[in-house]
């Protein structure tokens, strides 16, 4: 089981992810600001983040490139989930600190494999083929 904490403004986007995670197995803890995720980081570590990019008070770039400079969180997988899709978002991304990059919309198929494949093997739950 994984502490996961997802951090996304919309909120319907937001139950999305929690219940798709959710039923993997993992706690999942919610945040709808980059400065919100980052406090909530910082009270109880997460072993993965999943971030949105445009987000009020503070972007996820800003969040990542906060977490990343703390030295604490130098391993802490964290993936950027964003509907933008302009060339070199990616490569933005990457650059702020994020592990990878999940496109929405979001598909509930295919999330939770995506999700896992960032964690740590011993943290995986394991999904069922769902090809
Ligand atoms: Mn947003």
Redesign the pocket.
């Known amino acids: 089981m994984a502490r996961v904490l997802i951090v996304?403004?919309?909120a319907a986007?937001l139950a999305l992810m929690g219940y798709l995670v959710t039923a993997l197995g993992h706690t999942v803890e919610g945040c709808r600001d980059g400065r919100s995720g980052l406090e909530a980081a910082r009270r109880q570590p997460p072993d993965l983040v999943l971030c949105?990019?445009?987000?009020p008070v503070m972007s996820g770039h800003e969040l990542a490139q906060a977490l990343r400079a703390d030295p604490a969180f130098r391993e802490l997988p964290m993936v950027a989930v964003?509907a933008l899709a302009m060339r070199g978002d990616r490569e933005n991304a990457l650059a702020a600190g994020f592990n990878g990059y999940l496109s929405k919309p979001i598909e509930p198929r295919t999330f939770g494999s995506q999700v896992e494949s960032f964690l740590p093997p011993a943290l995986r739950k394991g999904l069922p083929n769902q090809g």
């Open positions: 996304e403004d919309n986007n949105d990019i445009q987000l964003t």
